[in-house]
């Protein structure tokens, strides 16, 4: 480590030491003679690109960070409705033990808030004593702009088609692996989304989707098809350009529930600075 790297190093630890921003504009250093990357606008070390945001980590491995838009913490469904047709109407989803439990036959929910590219995090659990068999097991699922289903779902030793057991990008990608707990046990999806991208009817981009379940990894950047459904290829359909997140009424037959549900929006390399 050069001298100079060295220096650099101790400010940007003084930034993680609670420093604040302001020794990002005293501490700036880099190169201007140096090779510009390719595909990029910026010098190797470039001194003129913009520092990314600061941003507080949870204090636990999947609490919310201090960017994050908070859907569900326990405390009430003030982020979320169903429909009737497209009239909003106050959710029948129930809050329960600090948890949000499907009211079956009420149908899906959705939040108010529309998103588009986001990173989510959300957490599920199966009664313990789930009944049924293969797609009648405790379904549910997370609609990425109520579009894009990640199966939710009781695959602990219980099989039905691979591409739709709990963690599928429903009926097109089958989880790269099964990590999935006991019913009764919490389970965990960490999705990163990319929206699709329209120039108007035409698809510029389709959707891509990674997938951590469990902290494992269950899809790594897949492309979307399209959108996802039962025993159809949908294609893709020019849509705005963020939509809601929803989730499945698939009618459990016992409780099935979610908890600590939180998303942020996601930007580009290179955002202007705070
Ligand atoms: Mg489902």
Redesign the pocket.
């Known amino acids: 480590m050069t001298s100079r790297s060295l220096f650099i190093f101790a400010c940007a630890a003084a930034a993680c030491a609670g420093a604040g921003a302001a020794y990002i504009a005293q501490q700036r250093d880099g190169y201007r003679d140096t090779p510009i990357l390719p595909g990029q606008k910026w010098h190797v070390h470039d001194p003129d690109r913009p520092y990314p945001h600061e941003v507080t980590p949870g204090a636990t491995l999947g609490a919310a960070t201090s960017d994050a838009i908070v859907l569900f913490d326990g405390s009430d469904l003030s982020h979320w409705e169903q429909r009737h047709g497209d009239k909003p109407v106050a959710p029948k989803w129930k809050l329960i033990d600090g948890c949000l439990q499907v009211a079956p036959g009420t149908g899906d929910l959705y939040t108010k808030e529309k998103f588009g590219d986001c990173q989510l995090h959300i957490e599920w659990q199966e009664d313990p004593h789930v009944t049924g068999s293969s797609q009648g097991r405790g379904?549910?699922?997370v609609f990425l702009m109520s579009r894009f289903?990640i199966?939710?779902?009781d695959s602990y030793h219980s099989a039905t088609y691979a591409d739709g057991q709990a963690g599928a990008i429903?009926g097109q990608w089958p989880p790269l692996v099964n990590p999935i707990r006991k019913p009764g046990e919490w389970q965990t999806y960490d999705i990163v989304f990319k929206a699709p991208r329209f120039d108007g009817n035409k698809l510029l981009e389709p959707a891509y989707v990674t997938v951590f379940f469990n902290g494992v990894l269950a899809h790594d950047h897949q492309k979307l098809n399209g959108p996802t459904g039962h025993r159809v290829i949908p294609p893709y359909e020019p849509h705005p350009a963020e939509d809601s997140l929803s989730l499945?009424d698939?009618g459990p037959a016992q409780p099935l529930r979610f908890r600590n549900i939180w998303i942020r929006r996601l930007a580009d390399y290179d955002q202007p600075e705070k």
Do not use: C, I, P
């Open positions: 379904n549910s699922g289903e199966q939710v779902l429903y499945q698939h």
